[in-house]
């Protein structure tokens, strides 16, 4: 639905954006503005200003800035009409209907809803009655306290054909009605509708708005054909495009964001006590209404956040589901748009290892993630044995396939590139040991194994931290450091690298914080431009490193940093010179593994120390094109 502008001006002269935003953020009053802490961010000094007479905020900590929908998109990450529905029900005013048969549309839409409603309290009744018993045995072995099955509507659907319809018919519902809605089964022999649910714990299955369009049921009798049972297709339920338990993901997401840096994960899991029991732990956590998501659902998912994990179970029925998962995903990549993977420890699922572990170690296993590419190679690979030249062969020719299937130009060439990568090490480890030396194989598995590559975890500047950047900065490598002030300039240079940054960061182990970092914000934010990203770095405590890259920058002869070179040839030389820097960085790690070999290749070892060493001059002098046949594009 569009909304005119006179209707939006008319939402937003009823309500006063200080009060609606002083509801979730402390506001003073400073002359004719409102002034407090930054809702976007951490910080210990207001820079979060409101002015209800032009009607918008700004932020100047993250450089966010909008008007009242706006802040609801941003805190609470609706969407447009969500957060214009959610403001008009505060108004009392009544959207705009787009013409009669969508008016009558929506009445029935709406009384459909009314009926789904009131089913769901009927259920959550049941489940307190004597029929409720076994079910209420059942949760509490699942250790699902009593106290907490409000919070997640559930209920109970007692062994009887015709008691959720008696009921509701009572109320003044149609059979039809309530067929349509799904609540009943009318028999293809004309016979009389009866309850879809029966003998089952009820979930109620709630739209972004938080409102009940169908319910899933899991079978008490271990003997049921359908273990679980959803809803069927009607004018309120999609399963294509509902994730159980989104209005409570979004909530936890919001108030985990409040007051601080770091993003915190969004989870997928496979069924509703999973989903249930990441919530419980504090984790935002979300269940596809089938096995594996549809494209409608990664659209959703990605309105909330950049990188959603999915943890799937472990069994062969999950593998499946994640492997489907990436098919269907791969044409929808961009940078800011990918999915992390996460498999909980001894095939358990999460709702297990909350009962046996508790929530911490449910959040430690679900934040062990592996990257979009490690799991599509992962499953290239195991496709089928890896034994002669017609089985690599084939692997190629996949990958090129797959890497072709991404619609976005540059991410389609940066994942041929990086899976080509790491087919190359797969093939230099394949080969016998006559042909490849020592030496040689520490290079192929320093490519892209993530080795040493744990990002350093994001702290405020203590006087130990301080002292610590400070002791870091000494030992930053100068290429990586003056490849880090080109992006600190140009945010943007990491667009088309964005995937290589994410794993292999600036090549220097003492930035991968930074580099984290600077991910996530072009990831949340693609329009913070240099100095907002430049303040925001300085406020996390990341000063002393980034004046340790100024004062690199300053005495580099990149030509990249020059003032006088355009934005097209700076972006070129950039891209050539990060690839030649994370090619320095696997020679090295090369070299250091070749060393603690229990018998050194040392004609080997002597080969990668003059590749590096002529590497090392050449970066210095600032020449980029001339050796970059010999390795690639990028890693």
Not at 85 to 91: D, H, I, M, P
Not at 215 to 240: C, I, Q, V, W
Not at 459 to 480: H, N, V, Y
Request: proline share 6%; aromatic share 8%.
């Amino acid at each position: 639905m569009r909304f005119d502008e006179r209707f939006l001006d008319e939402l937003k002269s009823r309500l006063r954006l200080s009060d609606v935003i002083g509801r979730s953020v402390k506001l003073r009053r400073q002359g004719r503005e409102y002034v407090g802490l930054s809702p976007f961010g951490k910080e210990k000094s207001p820079s979060f200003y409101v002015n209800d007479e032009k009607g918008f905020f700004h932020d100047f900590s993250s450089g966010k800035h909008g008007d009242l929908i706006g802040f609801l998109q941003e805190t609470e990450r609706l969407t447009f009409r969500e957060a214009v529905e959610r403001l008009a029900a505060e108004a009392g005013m009544a959207l705009p209907a787009e013409d009669p048969r969508a008016a009558a549309e929506e009445s029935k839409r709406q009384g459909l809803t009314d009926w789904l409603e009131l089913a769901a309290k009927w259920f959550e009744g049941e489940l307190r009655r004597p029929a409720g018993a076994a079910a209420r045995a059942y949760l509490a072995k699942r250790g699902l306290p009593e106290d907490q099955w409000p919070r997640f509507g559930l209920g109970f659907a007692p062994n009887s054909r015709t008691a959720l319809k008696d009921y509701l018919i009572a109320k003044g519902a149609r059979p039809a009605e309530l067929v349509e809605s799904g609540l009943l089964i009318a028999p293809e022999d004309g016979g009389q509708p009866y309850d879809r649910f029966r003998d089952r714990i009820i979930f109620p299955i709630t739209d972004a708005r938080g409102r009940v369009v169908s319910f899933g049921g899991r079978a008490m009798d271990p003997e049921a054909r359908a273990k679980y049972l959803n809803g069927p297709e009607t004018p309120l339920f999609h399963k294509s495009f509902v994730l159980y338990g989104l209005p409570e993901a979004r909530k936890l997401l919001h108030s985990a964001s409040a007051g601080t840096a770091e993003t915190p994960p969004l989870v997928v899991v496979e069924g509703y006590m999973d989903a249930i029991a990441c919530q419980r732990a504090g984790i935002p956590a979300v269940a596809p209404l089938g096995t594996a998501l549809t494209e409608e659902q990664m659209a959703v998912l990605w309105r909330l956040h950049a990188e959603p994990t999915l943890s799937f179970d472990g069994d062969g029925a999950g593998q499946r589901a994640a492997y489907r998962t990436l098919d269907r995903a791969l044409p929808l990549l961009k940078p800011g748009r990918t999915l992390k993977f996460a498999v909980v420890k001894d095939a358990k699922d999460p709702d297990e290892v909350l009962r046996e572990q508790g929530p911490a170690a449910l959040k430690a296993q679900l934040a062990e993630t592996k990257p979009f590419i490690s799991v599509l190679f992962e499953r290239e690979k195991g496709l089928e044995p890896l034994q002669t030249p017609e089985s690599y062969a084939g692997l190629k020719v996949r990958l090129r396939k797959l890497a072709a299937a991404i619609a976005d130009k540059d991410l389609s060439q940066m994942y041929r590139e990086a899976l080509f990568d790491q087919f190359e090490a797969l093939r230099a480890l394949g080969r016998p040991a006559t042909t490849v030396s020592g030496a040689g194989r520490a290079l192929a598995e320093a490519r892209w194994s993530g080795k040493g590559r744990r990002p350093a975890p994001l702290t405020g500047p203590t006087p130990e931290g301080k002292a610590a950047a400070r002791q870091l900065s000494r030992a930053m490598k100068p290429s990586s450091a003056v490849i880090a002030a080109a992006v600190l300039h140009h945010p943007d240079f990491i667009d088309s690298q964005i995937e290589a940054l994410e794993v292999q960061g600036f090549g220097d182990e003492v930035l991968d914080g930074l580099a984290k970092e600077i991910i996530r914000l072009r990831l949340s934010f693609p329009s913070l431009d240099s100095a907002s990203l430049g303040r925001h770095l300085a406020s996390s405590g990341f000063s002393e490193i980034l004046a340790e890259i100024g004062r690199a920058a300053a005495s580099a002869r990149a030509s990249f940093l020059q003032p006088d070179i355009t934005e097209e040839r700076a972006r070129a030389d950039w891209s050539l010179a990060y690839a030649q820097t994370l090619h320095l960085a696997h020679l090295e790690r090369a070299i250091e593994d070749a060393k603690s070999e229990s018998t050194i290749d040392f004609e080997a070892l002597r080969t990668l120390k003059v590749e590096r060493d002529a590497l090392k001059r050449r970066i210095k002098a600032g020449e980029f094109e001339s050796i970059i046949d010999g390795f690639g594009a990028a890693y």
